[in-house]
């Protein structure tokens, strides 16, 4: 069975701190893929990051970064200088072969608020 | 180019009336999929359908509710009939083949009363 957790459900920060957004997964697959996903206060899911299981290297985009370690199945998300625009529930997704690698699993998201 | 589009945007029906909700995918994708997102469950798998075939509908709650996709450019999700817990946000998604990576519709704000 695959499994997604994110652990805290609401998260504020004043902007331009730095934040960091927990996910834990479970599979029994030894390939799957890692995604984060924002949705704004608007609704839309935004695809932000897909992460491969054999690619461990951490990932830089601007103000995010994503550190991916196999070890604690751990794939977490920071967020550098946060800003308003920041504001947004965050979710974690796997998707693996044994659930079919088209049928993602979220976590229940991450409520980040960032305070002017 | 346009992404995922979804009607309609919020739809206020009372219960046993149908409800349809409709989407379009990014032309090219292979893959699509309804989710449901509620507060009490998060975001839900319900249907996916691969090359316009449904291949997965575990998720789909029970009878009231069917999926289609008659071509490679529509899919439909009919309730029927609806009921108060049917309330949530619908969302459509569309990927390429293999990717996982999800595109996903603005959503289709249900409230049945």
């Known amino acids: 069975a695959q499994k997604v957790t994110q652990a805290q459900t609401e998260i504020s920060v004043v902007e331009k701190e730095d934040v960091t957004l927990d996910c834990v997964y479970e599979t029994r697959d030894t390939t799957y893929y890692l995604f984060w996903y924002k949705q704004p206060p608007s609704g839309e899911l935004v695809f932000l990051i897909r992460r491969n299981s054999f690619d461990e290297q951490n990932e830089i985009s601007g103000r995010y970064s994503w550190n991916f370690q196999k070890s604690t199945s751990s794939f977490n998300f920071t967020i550098t200088a946060s800003q308003v625009v920041d504001s947004a529930v965050y979710f974690c997704?796997?998707?693996?072969?044994?659930?079919?690698?088209?049928?993602?699993?979220f976590g229940t998201g991450t409520k980040l608020q960032v305070i002017p | 180019d346009a992404g995922v589009i979804q009607s309609p945007r919020h739809e206020v029906t009372e219960m046993g009336q149908e409800v349809t909700l409709r989407c379009k995918p990014i032309?090219?994708?292979?893959?699509l999929f309804w989710y449901r997102q509620t507060m009490m469950r998060g975001l839900e798998l319900l249907i996916y359908f691969n090359n316009n075939v449904p291949i997965d509908d575990s998720g789909m709650p029970e009878d009231r509710f069917s999926a289609k996709m008659p071509n490679a450019s529509f899919s439909t999700l009919k309730i029927q009939p609806s009921e108060p817990r049917d309330s949530a946000v619908y969302f459509c998604?569309?990927?390429?083949?293999?990717?996982?990576?999800?595109?996903f519709g603005e959503g289709s704000r249900l409230t049945v009363l």
């Open positions: 997704a796997l998707s693996a072969p044994g659930g079919g690698y088209q049928k993602v699993t």
């Open positions: 998604a569309s990927s390429l083949m293999h990717t996982g990576e999800l595109f």
């Open positions: 032309s090219g994708h292979d893959y």
